[in-house]
């Protein structure tokens, strides 16, 4: 048996953009123990419900994260939308989850690269990255934002997507397409991808069972949960089946991830196919009174949104679970036994999402 | 952008943004928009960065750690602050647990507007502190030069 030793990672960290601190106990390069410390993000937004009101909060929520800024702002709107008894026309369902499952596309691609860059393939991860741009540019072109986009609101969206710009979608998709099959490729059957991949941090459906993992960290270990099966948004109508993989290590997580962008690429060409007319927003009169629980899934996994009312304008309380919160004793577990060299790695299998965590 | 005999290392730190700007600074690093080519390189150590590139506000667990990060980084020194968080605090302002922004900390040299910040602007903020850390630097060497020649 050899010495314990403490290795702090982060907050700053080349790897992470986000602040994260971990305190590692290795011995002979061997994790035994990570002990996380966060709360350097923390700003605290779910008390602003107290200063703003609840229309104003939307953006508010959106700034939660600004990589799954729409499926947060989804999320708020329907919890209160539900609340108020509020019927969105189904135009305005149908361009809200096409923003959405465009949001799972980029915020997928930016998660390849990321992993790409952590196993210092970094020619990969600028063309993941590259190939990401092509989505930025088609929200900048349906919203105006590249990042928070601001079209959500209570009762429905603020923009339409007019029938030209989404044939420019069609054609964009179907290019990337062909070069997401080359990508697909290298990341499925590269031998050096491989070998930092496979078998390294597995988890078990057990444990990722009872650690409470949700989205793609879960579905790679074998456990079906998807909340858009739940039925929200214009899924209802459309035909899909929770991607899952039964081996539950690295190199799965990213095959359900790489899966799961041609599954949305999917999902918005049946949407196109049978886009409904007619309004995009309902008109939302007096204030919300009651509570509600809304699930919602997004690219990390279920974030879930506790909304109360008072009839008021102001909420009485507001609360967001984010994915990430639920992912972290799935992670600290693959930890254990690890490489020292993999940690980087395997904190990115989980998809992080701090700013999400912390609000 | 001129006569720039060096190339300015940059340091990210994510002070508490919503991750936004933090993406379209890693944005800018890619080949669409290519900081690279004003020879700025992304570097983890703050002991090799010349420019300090800090995005979100500050809050009262991050605020050591911005100025630990700012006092190892060698002189003459550049912060950009990235956001409007960063700049003033933002939506964020009224939360119990936002200071305010990024100056409210550390002197900061340069503000980049927007919400997320748009990686043109964000790479026009990063020259501008090109030229200044030039400026700096050209001064540094000038009252080393002088206090040679004192000492002569």
Same mark, same amino acid.
């Given at each position: 048996?050899?010495?314990?030793? /403490?290795?702090?990672?982060?907050?700053?960290?080349?790897?992470?953009?986000?602040?994260?601190?971990?305190?590692?106990?290795?011995?002979?390069?061997?994790?035994?123990?990570?002990?996380?410390?966060?709360?350097?993000?923390? $700003?605290?937004?779910?008390?602003?419900?107290?200063?703003?009101?609840?229309?104003?909060?939307?953006?508010?929520?959106?700034?939660?994260?600004?990589?799954?800024?729409?499926?947060?702002?989804?999320?708020?709107?329907?919890? @209160?939308?539900? @609340?108020?008894?509020?019927?969105?026309?189904?135009?305005?369902?149908?361009?809200?989850?096409?923003?959405?499952?465009?949001?799972?596309?980029?915020?997928?691609?930016?998660?390849?690269?990321?992993?790409?860059?952590?196993?210092?393939?970094?020619?990969?991860?600028?063309?993941?990255?590259?190939?990401?741009?092509?989505?930025?540019?088609?929200?900048?072109?349906?919203?105006?934002?590249?990042?928070?986009?601001?079209?959500?609101?209570?009762?429905?969206?603020?923009?339409?997507?007019?029938?030209?710009?989404?044939?420019?979608?069609?054609?964009?998709?179907?290019?990337?397409?062909?070069?997401?099959?080359?990508?697909?490729?290298?990341?499925?059957?590269?031998?050096? @991808?491989?070998?930092?991949?496979?078998?390294?941090?597995?988890?078990?459906?057990?444990?990722?069972?009872?650690?409470?993992?949700?989205?793609?960290?879960? $579905?790679?270990?074998?456990?079906?949960?998807?909340?858009?099966?739940?039925?929200?948004?214009?899924?209802?109508?459309?035909?899909?089946?929770?991607?899952?993989?039964?081996?539950?290590?690295?190199?799965? $997580?990213?095959?359900? $991830?790489?899966?799961? /962008?041609?599954?949305?690429?999917?999902?918005?060409?049946?949407?196109?196919?049978?886009?409904?007319?007619?309004?995009?927003?309902?008109?939302?009169?007096?204030?919300?009174?009651?509570?509600?629980?809304?699930?919602?899934?997004?690219?990390?996994?279920?974030?879930?949104?506790?909304?109360?009312?008072?009839?008021?304008?102001?909420?009485?309380?507001?609360?967001?679970?984010?994915?990430?919160?639920?992912?972290?004793?799935?992670?600290?577990?693959?930890?254990?036994?690890?490489?020292?060299?993999?940690?980087?790695?395997?904190?990115?299998?989980?998809?992080?999402?701090?700013?999400?965590?912390?609000? | 952008?001129? &006569?720039?005999?060096?190339?300015?290392?940059?340091?990210?730190?994510?002070?508490?943004?919503?991750?936004?700007?933090?993406?379209?600074?890693?944005?800018?690093?890619?080949?669409?928009?290519?900081?690279?080519?004003?020879? =700025?390189?992304?570097?983890?150590?703050?002991?090799?960065?010349?420019?300090?590139?800090?995005?979100?506000?500050? &809050?009262?667990? &991050?605020?050591?750690?911005?100025?630990?990060?700012?006092?190892?980084?060698?002189?003459?020194?550049?912060?950009?602050?990235?956001? =409007?968080?960063?700049?003033? %605090? %933002?939506?964020?302002?009224?939360?119990? &647990?936002?200071?305010? %922004?990024?100056?409210?900390?550390?002197?900061?040299?340069?503000?980049?507007?927007?919400?997320?910040?748009?990686?043109?602007?964000?790479?026009?903020?990063?020259?501008?502190?090109?030229?200044?850390?030039?400026?700096?630097?050209?001064?540094?060497?000038?009252?080393?030069?002088?206090?040679?020649?004192?000492?002569?």
């Amino acid at each position: 048996m050899g010495k314990q030793s /403490i290795i702090p990672f982060g907050p700053q960290h080349p790897v992470l953009p986000e602040p994260i601190h971990l305190d590692l106990v290795i011995e002979d390069e061997k994790i035994v123990e990570a002990i996380p410390s966060i709360g350097f993000v923390h $700003r605290g937004l779910e008390g602003l419900v107290k200063k703003k009101d609840f229309n104003e909060m939307t953006y508010v929520v959106e700034r939660t994260c600004g990589i799954c800024s729409f499926m947060h702002g989804m999320g708020y709107c329907e919890a @209160v939308e539900n @609340v108020m008894n509020v019927e969105v026309p189904d135009r305005g369902k149908y361009l809200r989850t096409i923003w959405a499952e465009m949001s799972r596309i980029h915020s997928h691609l930016l998660w390849l690269g990321l992993l790409a860059d952590a196993f210092g393939f970094e020619s990969l991860f600028y063309q993941c990255w590259r190939m990401r741009e092509k989505v930025l540019d088609l929200f900048e072109l349906t919203t105006g934002g590249r990042c928070i986009f601001s079209v959500n609101k209570i009762g429905g969206v603020l923009k339409d997507i007019d029938a030209e710009m989404l044939q420019t979608m069609l054609s964009v998709f179907e290019e990337m397409e062909t070069e997401l099959k080359t990508i697909r490729k290298t990341f499925l059957f590269d031998y050096t @991808v491989e070998s930092r991949l496979k078998g390294v941090g597995v988890l078990t459906k057990e444990q990722a069972h009872n650690l409470g993992a949700a989205g793609p960290f879960a $579905r790679a270990s074998g456990v079906k949960i998807d909340m858009r099966t739940r039925g929200y948004g214009a899924y209802p109508d459309l035909d899909f089946e929770p991607i899952t993989s039964e081996i539950g290590d690295s190199f799965a $997580r990213c095959d359900v $991830r790489i899966n799961e /962008i041609f599954q949305a690429i999917d999902l918005i060409r049946q949407m196109i196919g049978k886009m409904p007319s007619g309004e995009i927003s309902a008109v939302v009169k007096g204030n919300p009174n009651g509570e509600y629980f809304m699930r919602v899934e997004q690219p990390r996994g279920e974030a879930i949104y506790y909304v109360k009312a008072n009839g008021s304008k102001f909420l009485d309380r507001m609360r967001v679970r984010t994915p990430t919160f639920a992912n972290l004793p799935g992670m600290l577990e693959t930890l254990k036994g690890a490489d020292l060299a993999d940690v980087p790695l395997l904190i990115l299998t989980i998809d992080p999402c701090i700013s999400c965590t912390e609000r | 952008m001129g &006569n720039v005999k060096r190339s300015p290392w940059l340091l990210h730190y994510d002070g508490s943004s919503c991750n936004g700007c933090d993406i379209e600074v890693l944005a800018c690093l890619t080949p669409v928009y290519d900081v690279e080519r004003f020879g =700025v390189i992304n570097t983890g150590d703050p002991m090799q960065a010349d420019i300090f590139l800090i995005t979100g506000g500050i &809050n009262t667990q &991050n605020q050591a750690v911005v100025k630990q990060l700012y006092d190892q980084m060698p002189k003459p020194k550049v912060v950009v602050a990235v956001g =409007v968080c960063a700049c003033t %605090g %933002g939506v964020f302002k009224d939360c119990y &647990n936002i200071l305010g %922004g990024v100056d409210t900390t550390i002197p900061v040299d340069i503000y980049v507007p927007g919400c997320a910040a748009r990686p043109q602007a964000i790479i026009d903020g990063v020259v501008k502190a090109v030229e200044l850390f030039q400026k700096r630097s050209d001064e540094m060497e000038q009252k080393k030069k002088e206090s040679r020649k004192e000492q002569k």
